[in-house]
């Protein structure tokens, strides 16, 4: 089966992730005039902010008038880019928080902190994201492509779902990727413990995890448009340094950034995505299934409210832990959920 599943999604993204896919689909089913659109008074905060996809979306939102969060982990890159991006566009509503989205707790007393602050934010895009190779813990002792792509976005959505829903217009976009087609929901091992331990893997399995959170958070919230995207192969850093040799194997195949931020853009910003039904999975501007055809991907309710249920365990016990038990450095610490 796993070998199937690889083979079908392999065959699919040579047709449809690359740069020659999205040219296709842009001249058949994009509408030009769905991002004519000021969003001038709308607030928007996003993770990973100072490179790749993330940067780009900045970019776009700032020339459309959006005040701009950026959530970064590296405090000099994320200034360079608002710097760069102030003088771009003209628009100096654009602010750095320097954030380690591995870090669970950091990640939740930043959002607890910029509800108090802010008085709104109209859309939250969830685009951080990391391929560790090696198995790593975080100073909370989850495994760290786990804490970084799953409970970092999942703590931070959870904690600001007040302050978003009280927004007119609200929206949460989440940046997953094609790769979580080859992966069913395993509840049994969040944080990959079993087995050996491919990154790759590893990495598809967190992006199904937000696959699945976007479902369960579209259902819960109706107030707030929920969705989830992925973005094609992009030519981004992050793919360049945890993917080298597929990033040299598609070479001009990639997709540009710009391209690969195009539908993270378009759900944050057009009348259109806001038209469509939420919770739904998105490729070049079109919901699209979430499941590959007799790949048996799908979850029962009682695995997906078992998977919800440990997450909110693990937020709750982060939320919970005595600051003297997070002043060792990150890594070193003696994990203590699992």
Not at 11 to 39: C, H, M, W
Not at 108 to 127: D, T
Request: proline share 4%; with cysteine; charged share 20%.
């Amino acid at each position: 089966m796993s070998l199937y599943r690889n083979a079908v999604w392999f065959l699919n993204g040579i047709q449809q992730y690359t740069r020659k896919g999205y040219v296709s689909n842009a001249s058949q089913y994009f509408e030009p005039q769905d991002l004519n659109v000021s969003v001038v008074g709308r607030s928007f905060m996003i993770t990973g902010a100072n490179s790749g996809i993330g940067r780009a979306t900045v970019l776009a939102i700032a020339k459309k008038g959006g005040t701009v969060h950026m959530v970064c982990r590296n405090k000099d890159k994320a200034e360079e880019a608002r710097m760069d991006i102030i003088r771009e566009t003209g628009n100096t509503e654009v602010h750095v928080h320097v954030v380690d989205m591995s870090e669970t707790r950091m990640v939740w007393e930043f959002a607890e902190a910029f509800k108090k602050q802010y008085p709104s934010l109209h859309v939250l895009i969830n685009n951080a994201g990391c391929m560790v190779h090696k198995r790593e813990m975080n100073a909370e002792g989850l495994e760290k492509n786990f804490a970084t792509n799953t409970m970092g976005m999942y703590i931070l959505t959870q904690s600001l779902i007040p302050l978003i829903q009280k927004s007119r217009d609200p929206r949460v976009v989440t940046v997953s990727s094609g790769g979580m087609l080859v992966q069913k929901l395993r509840v049994d091992d969040l944080q990959a413990e079993k087995g050996y331990f491919d990154a790759v893997m590893v990495y598809a399995q967190n992006k199904r995890q937000q696959v699945v959170l976007t479902q369960e958070w579209a259902k819960a919230n109706p107030v707030i448009h929920f969705s989830v995207m992925h973005p094609g192969w992009a030519d981004t850093p992050a793919v360049a340094t945890s993917m080298p040799q597929f990033h040299h194997m598609m070479g001009e195949r990639l997709r540009s950034v710009d391209q690969g931020a195009d539908t993270v853009v378009w759900l944050a910003l057009s009348r259109a995505a806001a038209r469509t039904r939420s919770g739904q999975f998105f490729q070049d501007r079109r919901p699209v299934p979430a499941h590959l055809p007799l790949a048996w991907t799908h979850s029962s309710a009682e695995e997906i409210q078992t998977f919800i249920t440990q997450l909110e365990t693990l937020s709750k016990a982060i939320q919970s832990q005595p600051d003297d038990d997070l002043n060792s450095p990150p890594g070193t610490s003696t994990p203590k959920f699992v």
